[in-house]
């Protein structure tokens, strides 16, 4: 930063306060006006004694005996006393008020000097300018950022040249003259080479020791910080469209797997029972062929019973034949009638016919795993399970609480169901929040747009 007229300005004051003090010290002085003042008694004295002065003073004024003037002599030595005691006192006062002074002054050149390190040291461009916008005060840092050759290339140039839109600039400075102050998160400025920044700034109105108005402007280069974020937010985009990408594929084979077990296992187990009851049926056979075939029958329909479960995890078909409210109201029932000790409640109310396919799988995977969730980590002894629609504030909202022992925030988390279900919530433009309390219990709360869920329809 340059040193500005002032600073040289108060260096000088200093040394000049301090010169006297530094050069004849006080005590030396003193003793040189002593000698003086002894000499000059001395020499009085000798004078007076060769021409008898006071006999002369004496007689003289024993004429006016009448008006005391005999006792001048005394009352004026008393005086000589008295002004020699008082100048003595004055000067220890005035060495005492130098001394302070000097203290003074050596404190505001020491804080001078830290705030002229803040400025000069700051990672922050600083710099004023006077009232037309010509900076007139810069430091290093404004340099770097302007790509200019040095900091002291800056003064004289106008602040609005370095702004990248100048309807921005002249927006400011009508701020700046109402006497506003100015915060932009995101300003782009352009540098001395035209390649753009992006920087936080603020500019105050203010004025000079002067009374001159004048700005005081303080920008911080987010550049890199701005292109980190935006490579952030490109690869949680891609990441997310990978997410979304994997559950689509994950229900497409879902569904693939469901419907081969329904028409190829369907039809070949339909054919082997056929087959079985046939033979079971066949009055030439001994009676324990029969019984063989009976158990084969049994077989056979509990790899149906099992092959059927599958399927309806894999794929609810409830879903598509009945709805969403039908479809999760069977599988709250299933998953209860395997939970008999838990209290379960359930509700899903005025949920609109047309929430779309990817709406309702999803809210239907979101039940299925927060119940599962809650029968693997919870201990819960109620569950509630509501599901409403919101047309007011245009949403779905669904909302899974139990009063189990809460999630363990500590705890080692490797698993992937609530991460996934916030994947598929938010691939919707939904929220996802999961709300906990140790030994009080978990609540999952989502909640989708309903213009979403029905344009995914
Ligand atoms: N209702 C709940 N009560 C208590 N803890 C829970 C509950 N739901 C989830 N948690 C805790 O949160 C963790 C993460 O759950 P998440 O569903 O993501 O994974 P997971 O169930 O362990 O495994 P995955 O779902 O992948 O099979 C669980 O390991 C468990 O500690
Ligand atoms: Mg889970």
Redesign the pocket.
Known sequence: MQASPESREFRMTTTLLRTPASTTPAGVAAWRDLFLVAGATVVTFLVAGLLELSEGVGGFLKHFEAYQLDEVPLAVAVLVVGLAWSSWRRSRQAERELALRLEAQEGLSVQRAYFETLIRENLSASLITDDRGRITIANPELGHLFGLPAAESAPGRDLGSFYADAGQWRAHRAALERGERVEVPGLRVRREDGQEATVIARLVPGRNPQGAVEVHAFFTDVSALEATRAALARALEENRLLAQRGIELLEAERRHIARELHDEMGQWLNALKIDAVSFRDRDDLPGDARSVGQGMIELINHVYDVARELMRRLRPVALDELGLAAALQYCVDQWHRRQPALQCEFRADALPDSLGEAANITLYRLVQ??L???T?????RQVAIDLRCDRDRRVVEAR?A?D?????EA?N?????????RERIEMLGGRFR?D?TPGE??V?LATLPLTATESAA
């Open positions: 795993e927060c599962t969730n809650i693997k980590h919870s201990g819960a899974v139990d189990g022992r809460g999630i363990d705890g988390r490797q698993g992937l169901g609530l991460v996934g279900l999961v906990s219990g978990t999952v």
